[in-house]
């Protein structure tokens, strides 16, 4: 098994044991083989999920291509997600316009 292993078991609230020092070892989640002496004190899962996806990584930007932390990431996709959502509404509108509009002409060329 791999580290990665033990991390997600940490995620699904499983009991996990270490026999090295991965990442997460020592902060009172798991049940350790090794102690490590500079880890003093324990974290919640919260805490670690944080620390592993936001706070220690840098990402890079998408706008950018520099690096940058999590928040601006979230925040780039998100705006790219909102222009994708409003361009896709535009041109459904236009469709239901254009429909309506060629069957208003062909009931109008019927009656008159």
Not at 2 to 10: K, N, R, V
Not at 22 to 37: H, K, Q, S
Not at 55 to 70: G, N
Not at 86 to 104: D, T
């Amino acid at each position: 098994m791999t580290s990665l292993t033990g991390f997600e078991g940490l995620l699904y609230g499983k009991k996990v044991y270490t026999y090295s020092m991965p990442f997460y070892a020592g902060w009172g989640l798991t049940t350790d083989r090794r102690n490590c002496e500079r880890r003093k004190r324990n974290v919640t899962v919260e805490e670690l999920i944080a620390a592993t996806y936001l706070l220690y990584p840098r990402y890079i930007s998408p706008k950018t291509k520099e690096l940058c932390d999590a928040e601006l990431v979230i925040q780039e996709l998100k705006e790219q997600k909102d222009a994708l959502q409003a361009s896709f509404l535009l041109r459904s509108k236009s469709k239901i316009y254009s429909y309506f509009s060629r069957i208003s002409q062909k009931l109008l060329s019927l009656v008159g």
